[in-house]
């Protein structure tokens, strides 16, 4: 099986991305199953359902979080009903909305995946080490093909991770830095494993965001309204095989485009 | 001019890499001046006078630091007579030993060298940008080519730091994290950029420190004393080439080579 | 000379706590100058000019502020103006609006005030010790009896900056935790001091603000809006005697009165 | 029941002013059961096993802790066989050794005791609420008497907590930061409630630890070795009465003796 993954999709300069794109994504990696991280997605703050329902249409088969799951509170109106919505396993039970992993299938191809958050230089959350095993052990009984975006920032805790889950996910990819890691490899249980996967938005702003208004924010520390900005755009993410008899990776490569060498291509 | 940047070397295992490696780098890259960070070469924690030597030795023209700058004390005894060594600038004026910046001559060729280090989840430091002002003003006045190692936490500071610098650096490169990013890229102005260079060190460890402690830790939260991996090593680092006339970059490529992949070459 | 020090006051409870407790505490401690921190001021963020001349005419001589300086934008209208506002002094020079100490004169009174912002667990600033060595050199040409608002959160900073003060300024008050401390006294060197002077606001919330969003957002996670809690008040503060001969403080004692107690008083 | 609290014993000169005071807290208060927080009794690092010993020799009834727990490593050899020590409970289950609650019987009297860390500015842990909660269920089908040590930093996270508990424990009592809080109420659900119980140790220094090298630590960032301070000392804590019937606090006042003072009288 081959798996796409698509990472942080910031505002509409990345929604225009994937949307320009998948078609040319489906031609080149021939994927069965595309994922992309969302929690950008709306004005770089969270995500809506018009624009969930969007990159459902556009083909992508789901959609992850991260810490900025709620910052658009239309996401409680529709994230219960939502099964391909992926939020943060590892935050109270009971009091949060929506689920933490699923399983997706298209066509005969069925992945299951897990999107879980770090503690390092983020807020506290449950151990998302332990809750990994609760859930892997769980979902081995019935699947394979197990994708995990590990959504942080250090790049310790992330690392960590892929050697925890090494054996007994097929992917672990990481999100939340906003720029890729040129660390793609298979390791030795045969999980293929990504620090981040990079942005899906402006170019040329930080993070996604204008890059005036950060830096002034470094400099000065006044406050600052950051909005997305209107650059170029780049698309960032990767595409993994995955042997579905045994749920190995057993290739791994980076995406990365950006709008200027793709137009020429 | 030619310059390649070696990133965060870790224990005896990065440095027999820079060892083994730099004769073929020399050979591939033909670079006119080599830099590496040596933060963490004396078993991760520091550097010392020993191991100062044998770099330099080795073809290593000037060493930068980061926050492990003091991590062994034996650097007290020799920095400041060690002008080939940069600790970060944005350092207490007055108590800090060592020097921030430097120029360092190679033949013809002359490189002005940065350390700057940032100040998210990190400890408290001056202001980065404020000093790199203060910095590249006066250097700018007597030098072209100038490289900044901005050790960083944070991908949005490093990426604010890239484009406060555009124009005014020859190249910007981050380290700290430890894992290679792969957007290097030229900004408009002329700088060449690249968010992290990578670890020098043990490929299988977290960030080069054997990754049972590691993550022993992460789940536990119990004490673990953390020691330098012992497995292959990874090389990684970027190859900039700056047009001396303008000191602007014109090419920036990305270095990640791995045991494996090296001995089959 | 006798000063007053009252601690964050928040919203318009803390407000009326302030109108309504001023007459009483001129007249229980007969002091010569009154100080009060206003960064929570308005509605728990920042403050704004309404309130600013308010806390002047009901009998404050001079305002300081603290993390929350900015977070009302109207303050940028009128701080450059106002020479009795003095918000953190460990802020870039050149681009931040105010002044970060200036001298108070109440009669034949007068009274130098310094606010300096702590760095851990706080945004990044300038190193307030060392802006704190600057400042009192400039102001003992000049002055004796000089008061230091520092506004942090960690005890072992503030009771550092104590010492590190002693025998320099008259009175060094913490801000900024909104819960008074126990630990009153006068240093060796002549310097009162308190490590939380305590809020002036909603004595039921959680530092002021609605203690079920509070906890909610504790326990759950998911976003919350904070207002300022609609409960009896509480305010804290304390009073200082310094001998205007020396600049020693003689004495100190803490101010915490009640909505409850001071009816029944 | 009277119950004493003694805040965090750090080092010989904290220990030595449990040893010289207990006879006279015995007398002034009448407590029925005394409990310390010891996290910070083997010079400021954890506890051993011949300390803990003396604090129950000494009358002291039950021991918390805190995030030094595992600082002395010598707490692994006896944490588990020691049933009046209670460590955070909010650690990993089945990984972390001793107890995080617990029930201590002296005389007629029994009194519960439970143990928690916060998660603001400090090491990630599970929840501290949700795991309260789970305590309380199960300590008030047998119990009325409970008290919390909830070891934090953040003032907002302590006094959530103190409503939280409000009505389900008898005292919820802060330490960690060292520093005595003036804030000691009954709440409205008859839990006795104190942000911070503040330190036992040197009263001269920064924590308990020599100012010289905090403060210095502080200005030039460099490494610096902490010592506990050679001060006169300060003892610090709480007396609480309790209600058997109902659980209810009757009583709150804070104890706060300094070397000086305590001679005099
Ligand atoms: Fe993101
Ligand atoms: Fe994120
Ligand atoms: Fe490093
Ligand atoms: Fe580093
Ligand atoms: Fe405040
Ligand atoms: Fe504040
Ligand atoms: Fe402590
Ligand atoms: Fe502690």
Redesign the interface.
Known sequence: MKVVFIGDIVGSVGRDAVKRLLPWIKDKYQPHIIIANGENAAAGRGINAAITRELFEWGVHGITMGNHT??N?EIFEFIDDEPRMIRPAN??EG??PGRGYTAIKVGSKELAIVNLMG???L?????P??KADDILSELRQKHKCILVDFHA?????K??MG??LDGRASFVVGTH???????DRILPGGTAYL??A?MTGPRDG??GME?ES??RK??????SRFQVAETKWILSGACVEIDEATGRATKIQ?I?VDEDSWIAS
């Open positions: 709620w910052d509170r935050l109270p009091s949060t503690r390092t230089f807020p506290p959350s449950d151990c080490f332990r920032e250090a790049t310790s805790e690392i960590a050697w925890h830095t906003h720029v890729q890691t040129n660390d620090t981040d990079g930080v993070l890059r950060v830096i470094f400099i000065t520390g006044l406050p980076t990365r």
